[in-house]
């Protein structure tokens, strides 16, 4: 069990790190597909612009930092669920042994 | 994934914030049942919003060369109901609309549709069809997320196809644009997807399996 879950780890490890190892020795950009999807709107309807912008847009500093900021509330809350549904579980399991 | 502010003509925009609205209202009455009814299940309900707003956050590059995020739905759509979804994935897009520009109010709707209705119950559909095979529950889920992820991306495609058919070869030609687009880039990033939900429904297996009976549906224990 143990040993499937370091494959999985290698496996997620893998998959983010290759991009990078591959475009090793490039000057590159990773264009955002966002971006890109914008492009070909522009592309395909050369007349369209955006009708509304958007009501707050942060700057590129400020950008990257609330996403962080969003990924680290997540990850918070994401672990601390996990650990308070241990902590009942093993509650749980010394209730129940307790009894016997 | 999430179409940005004004990208989406006034007709579109309305058309699909009107087919999200009545999905979302379901949900929030159903999830506000479901909490009231069984209060336990708010970690769980915390683990699944809280993993949807870390992976949606998480900006990866893929190996064709462009990035992109993964939609991070699959998780809460296997634990919690699609339907609940639609309120969470709806909290995630509103904030990242709000404070990042990342998406939009007029194009909150579409991006609803795409990412908290249609991906949530491809997953759980997955995940049935998975679970029926005999597979373990974890797997199940993985693939479950990895293809609710491809499926955001594909009505991304379909909805942005509809609004700016290509003026010579019309919505197929601009589908498939679209499509090159997503598609190739999210692979990758659905595989971790699907990879590390199945590592999150594992471990809650193993430490939470009161709570689980008793709040999802769809799972087997």
């Known amino acids: 069990m143990g040993d499937r879950w370091i494959l999985v780890c290698l496996l997620v490890a893998l998959t983010l790190i290759l991009p990078f190892a591959l475009s090793l020795g490039q000057d590159r950009e990773w264009a955002g597909t966002d971006d890109q999807a914008v492009e070909a709107i522009n592309r395909i309807d050369p007349v369209y612009r955006p009708w509304i912008g958007s009501i707050y847009e942060p700057d590129e500093t400020l950008e990257g930092r609330l996403f962080l900021l969003q990924a680290t509330a997540g990850a918070s809350l994401l672990g601390y669920s996990l650990y308070r549904l241990r902590q009942i579980r093993y509650r749980k399991m010394a209730n129940e042994s307790d009894r016997h | ?221």
């Open chain 2, 1 to 221: 994934m999430h179409i940005m502010e004004g990208f989406l003509p006034i007709a579109h925009a309305a058309a699909w914030t009107a087919v999200s609205t009545p999905f979302v209202i379901h949900g929030g009455q159903r999830l506000s049942r479901q909490l009231r009814q069984h209060p336990e299940s708010r970690l769980i309900a915390g683990a699944a919003g809280g993993f949807m707003f870390l992976f949606s956050a998480l900006k990866i590059p893929s190996v064709t060369g462009s990035s992109s995020h993964p939609t991070g739905a699959g998780l809460g759509a296997v634990l919690f109901g699609p339907p609940a979804m639609a309120v969470l994935g709806t909290i995630v897009l509103l904030f990242q609309a709000l404070l990042l520009a990342h998406g939009g109010l007029t194009t909150l709707g579409a991006n609803v549709f795409s990412m908290a209705i249609v991906g949530p119950w491809v997953a759980r559909w997955i995940y049935g069809l998975c679970r029926r095979g005999r597979i373990t529950a974890a797997v199940a889920a993985g693939a479950a997320a990895a293809i609710g992820d491809l499926s955001t991306y594909l009505t991304t495609a379909t909805q942005l196809a509809l609004a700016f058919p290509d003026s010579v070869n019309g919505f197929t030609a601009s589908f498939v644009k679209f499509v090159s687009i997503y598609g190739l880039t999210q692979i990758p990033l659905a595989l971790v997807e699907g990879l590390v939900t199945a590592s999150i429904v594992r471990l809650l297996l193993r430490h939470g399996q009161g709570e689980l009976t008793a709040v999802a549906v769809f799972d087997k224990n």
